[in-house]
């Protein structure tokens, strides 16, 4: 990873790599990985299973306390732009509804674990 990438899902977990262990504020691999996933998916794994042996997956979004969605017509395609209380700011496909990115600024990647934990 370089400091020129903004792109979380590339981050390198692997190896004890410092660099990325240090922005996400986490000390294994795999709470690396655990983090960057939570973060590329807005998923985890909750350790239960359902009463058919599967896994229940948790899906966390953050709350849009105090916003207000903003949309922006781009040409044929509409925008909705929504800021969320974990520092995201996503851009959601106003016709889907499919987030097309989120946008989290370097100096939040160190509460991501405690925004996920809590």
Not at 5 to 20: E, M, R
Not at 29 to 35: L, Y
Not at 37 to 62: A, H, M
């Amino acid at each position: 990873m370089t400091d020129s990438t903004n792109i979380v899902k590339d981050f390198d977990c692997s190896n004890n790599n410092a660099t990325v262990h240090s922005l996400l504020n986490v000390n294994t691999d795999a709470k690396c990985a655990e983090v960057v996933s939570w973060l590329t998916t807005g998923s985890f794994d909750t350790g239960v299973d359902d009463e058919n042996g599967n896994d229940i997956i948790e899906y966390k979004f953050g709350a849009p306390i105090h916003t207000k969605p903003i949309v922006i017509d781009y040409a044929s395609k509409s925008i909705v732009y929504l800021p969320t209380s974990d520092g995201i700011l996503h851009a959601f496909d106003a016709d889907t509804g499919a987030e097309l990115w989120g946008y989290i600024p370097k100096e939040l990647l160190h509460d991501v674990d405690k925004v996920k934990t809590n």
